[in-house]
């Protein structure tokens, strides 16, 4: 999805009281951003914060940290988001370096739409590779959770055998989840998606220590 760049995007940056510029300074300490000791849920790849808004909004007792590569998406979805959001923060870094930012301290991944990577030789890549399942295993606390969430059937494919790989229990396997459930929280690639008929692929993993 194309967005147009936003020419004070460092200003919003550096003027949000919700975004952390200096991620790897909190490895092991989030609990002492939140100020709280409430689960931490994070979504790599959250676009401009649609879905993790509404996540922190409706879930006050879960702190939320969404997840961007890039300034200018990060910006569009600072200046969509509430200040007075106490359970919600986001940042930027790469996944490949998640290990460098969290400690035991996640209780549940989400991976919305992720960039599905179609050519074999990126597989590595995608986001839910064997490699990263592997890197996300010392950020999570205690039972590993991640949620995903694609219109890509190759990737969902693909995601499924590399959980089961991994250990993972999966549950809640929809091939068209909005067919089947009502009053989902969306993402803005999903509302496109879904108003062009297009099937939504979702599965939640579970892989117990």
């Not at 967005?3 to 790897?24: A, G, Q």
């Not at 910006?75 to 035991?104: G, M, P, Q, S």
């Not at 694609?150 to 959980?163: P, Q």
């Amino acid at each position: 999805m194309r967005t147009r760049n936003l020419k004070n995007k460092e200003e919003i940056l550096n003027n949000s009281l919700k975004f952390i510029d200096n991620p790897k300074d909190y490895k092991g300490k989030w609990k002492e951003l939140f100020k709280n000791d409430n689960p931490i849920y994070i979504e790599i790849g959250m676009g401009k914060g649609q879905f993790i808004r509404a996540m922190a909004k409706k879930y006050p007792n879960i702190n939320f940290i969404g997840i961007e590569k890039f300034d200018n998406i990060i910006a569009k979805a600072l200046k969509r988001t509430d200040e007075k959001l106490n359970n919600l923060y986001i940042t930027r870094f790469d996944a490949k370096d998640i290990e460098e930012v969290f400690n035991k301290e996640i209780e549940r991944i989400y991976l919305n739409f992720s960039d599905p990577w179609p050519k074999v030789r990126h597989h590595k890549r995608r986001l839910t590779s064997e490699n990263l399942l592997k890197k996300y295993h010392s950020c999570f606390k205690g039972e590993r959770k991640i949620n995903l969430r694609t219109d890509n059937s190759d990737l969902f494919v693909y995601s499924i055998e590399t959980l089961s790989k991994a250990g993972y229990i999966l549950t809640d396997v929809s091939l068209d989840l909005h067919k089947t459930k009502e009053n989902i929280i969306t993402t803005e690639y999903e509302d496109k998606f879904v108003s062009k008929n297009m099937p939504i692929y979702e599965l939640k993993a579970i892989q117990k220590k």
